[in-house]
C-alpha cells in the first residue's frame, strides 16, 4: 500500500529524528530540518513526534494515493489541494484510492512535511529511516491504509517567538575585535539549503591565523575567508576550520529550516541562563500543544 510521487517537489526526503549519535564517524545529523514543525504533524495524524514524514521545501510534490491515507502537512503554510479541492495546512484529511494530492508553495517559510497515519516506511541505515538524497517522481511511498475525520491546530506554522536568531558566544569569538557582528542586520542568501544558510552583509574583521579543523555541530556560525557568516543546518559537516564566532542556540534551532532567501536576519546574543530558560519554554510550548492533540478524540484510525 502506498502513496505515489507524480512530481516530486522540491528537495523531497522521508525523515525523521536523523543520526546524532553517528557524527563521530562524519555522518550528518540529517532528518526533519524542523523538528517542531515534523512533531506537530504527527501528532495531527495520531503518530509519535519522529515517525518519519515526507519533508519538501519552497514548492511541494503531487502524489496519487493507491489506497486510503490520513494525512495532515504541516510547517509553511503550503497551498494544498485535493482532487484540485482546497485544503487548509495544519489541518487532517483522508487520501481515497485515486485521489491526487497536489502542495504548492508558500509565501511564508520554507519547508513542509506530509505526515500519514502509521507513517511511511523506508529502510533502516545507522538507526535512521532518514533519506540521504532527494526523492524522484515515481516513486512509492509505502505507508498503512488510514482514515480520519478533519481536526487541525488553527494554524499552519509556530510562530517565531522572536524575528532574530538568538545566539551563544562562539569558541573563537574573540578572534573578532568588534560588536559588527551584533550590530548588523543580514540578508538570507539564495545559496543555502540543509547544509547550511549563507547571509551577506559588512565583512567582518579577524585576526590572523589558521585554525585546525574542530568539531562543529547544526547551528554553528563560522565565518568564511569573506568576512560572512554560514550558519550549519541538519545536514552540515561534522568538521570545520573557519572560526566560530557564535552558536545559534536550541530554542532557535528550527528556524533555520524556515528562512527565505531575502529575509532579514540580526543575531542577538543571550546569556546560557536565557538560553536555557528559552529552550524551556520552547519545549513547554510544544509538549502543551502535542498533550492537547493526543486527548482529543478524532485521532484517525489505521486500517488493518
Not at 265 to 282: G, H, I, K
Request: hydrophobic share 45%.
Amino acid at each position: 500500500m502506498s502513496l505515489r510521487l507524480l512530481h516530486a517537489g522540491v528537495w523531497s526526503l522521508l525523515v525523521d529524528g536523523g543520526r546524532p549519535r553517528s557524527r563521530s564517524l562524519g555522518v550528518p545529523v540529517g532528518g526533519a530540518a524542523d523538528r517542531t514543525a515534523l512533531a506537530l504533524g504527527n501528532a495531527l495524524v495520531g503518530n509519535p513526534p519522529l515517525a518519519v514524514a515526507l519533508e519538501f521545501a519552497l514548492a511541494g510534490p503531487t502524489l496519487r494515493a493507491e489506497h486510503p491515507s490520513a494525512a495532515a502537512v504541516f510547517g509553511a503554510p503550503f497551498a494544498i489541494t485535493v482532487n484540485d479541492k482546497a485544503i487548509a495546512a495544519g489541518t487532517t484529511f483522508t487520501l481515497d484510492a485515486g485521489d491526487e494530492l497536489h502542495i504548492g508553495g508558500t509565501a511564508t517559510g520554507v519547508r513542509g512535511y506530509l505526515c500519514v497515519a502509521g507513517g511511511f516506511q523506508a529502510p533502516q541505515i545507522m538507526g535512521s529511516r532518514s533519506s540521504l538524497e532527494p526523492l524522484h517522481a515515481d516513486h512509492l511511498l509505502e505507508c498503512p491504509a488510514s482514515r480520519c475525520e478533519s481536526r487541525g491546530l488553527g494554524f499552519a506554522m509556530l510562530p517565531r517567538s522572536t524575528p532574530n536568531l538568538r545566539v551563544l558566544d562562539g569558541p573563537q569569538c574573540d578572534w573578532f575585535p568588534d560588536d559588527r557582528f551584533f550590530s548588523q542586520s543580514y540578508r538570507v542568501l539564495p545559496a543555502g539549503n540543509r547544509m547550511g544558510l549563507r547571509f551577506a552583509g559588512e565583512p567582518l574583521v579577524r585576526r590572523p591565523g589558521e585554525l585546525p579543523s574542530e568539531a562543529i555541530a547544526p547551528g554553528a556560525v563560522q565565518i568564511t575567508n569573506d568576512g560572512l557568516p554560514v550558519v550549519i543546518g541538519v545536514d552540515g559537516q561534522t568538521i570545520g576550520g573557519y572560526p566560530k564566532i557564535a552558536h545559534v542556540i536550541r530554542a532557535d534551532l528550527d528556524k533555520l529550516a524556515q528562512f527565505r532567501p531575502g529575509e532579514m536576519v540580526r543575531f542577538e546574543r543571550v546569556t546560557w541562563e536565557e538560553a536555557d530558560r528559552a529552550a524551556q519554554e520552547r519545549t513547554a510550548l510544544v509538549k502543551n500543544w502535542l498533550a492537547r492533540l493526543r486527548a482529543a478524540d478524532r485521532a484517525p484510525v489505521v486500517l488493518t
